[in-house]
């Protein structure tokens, strides 16, 4: 590829980024001011500058908008996961995964503005579970590989990593739906901490 091809590429890349971002920022806006329900995609797309169409080039749905860091958080935890230490068991280790993806955010405010609007949201709260399944699908291959250590014979190996994977998607949901209860009164971690620590108490394999 020529120099001045990639020269192109890099501009175009960085342009579309740097429009998502303000299209996301001008939608969030819209959605903490008047209600997610309330703002419709045609409302987005006018207060950006953009067509409909245009709209749909960067996002799938308006749902979308709010969630689509979920899908690059879940390939953050992969990532960290596979990075934590062989000596952590698997239940350890995505505890860890979770408390470092889940750390304290620079906008707390917002962040407490966003997570109740998700949870009182029907459509958000629905795509978020969805989003959260494809964390699953992240996680498991790295969760069953520490389950296996090397034995191999388990023919319930894939349901075991898969519960662990669940286990752990459920504490980050019902500590993140407690800290929206608290008014984020109560630190998100600490919450994520008793979480983790109930699972724990009966279920390290």
Not at 22 to 45: C, K, N, V
Not at 48 to 53: A, E, T
Not at 100 to 120: A, I, N, Q, W
Request: net charge negative; proline share 5%.
């Amino acid at each position: 590829m020529k120099p001045a091809e990639t020269n192109t590429e890099r501009l175009w890349t960085r342009s579309r980024r740097a429009a998502y971002a303000e299209i996301t920022d001008i939608a969030m806006g819209l959605f903490l001011s008047r209600g997610f329900e309330a703002t419709t995609i045609d409302d987005i797309a006018r207060a950006s500058g953009i067509s409909r169409r245009s709209f749909f080039r960067y996002f799938g749905t308006k749902e979308d908008i709010v969630l689509d860091d979920l899908v690059r958080e879940g390939e953050e935890a992969r990532h960290a996961l596979e990075e934590r230490p062989d000596s952590e068991p698997p239940w350890t280790a995505l505890r860890n995964v979770v408390l470092s993806v889940s750390g304290p955010p620079e906008d707390g405010d917002r962040m407490l503005k966003v997570s109740k609007m998700m949870y009182e949201t029907p459509s958000l709260r629905s795509r978020c579970i969805e989003k959260h399944l494809r964390w699953q699908d992240q996680l498991v291959p790295e969760v069953r590989r520490r389950l296996a250590d090397g034995r191999t014979g388990d023919q319930w190996l894939d349901v075991r990593a898969r519960s662990l994977v669940a286990c752990a998607i459920a504490c980050l949901d019902a500590a993140g739906e407690a800290w929206v209860r608290a008014d984020g009164g109560v630190p998100l971690a600490e919450l994520l901490e008793s979480a983790f620590a109930a699972v724990g108490d009966t279920r390290e394999p």
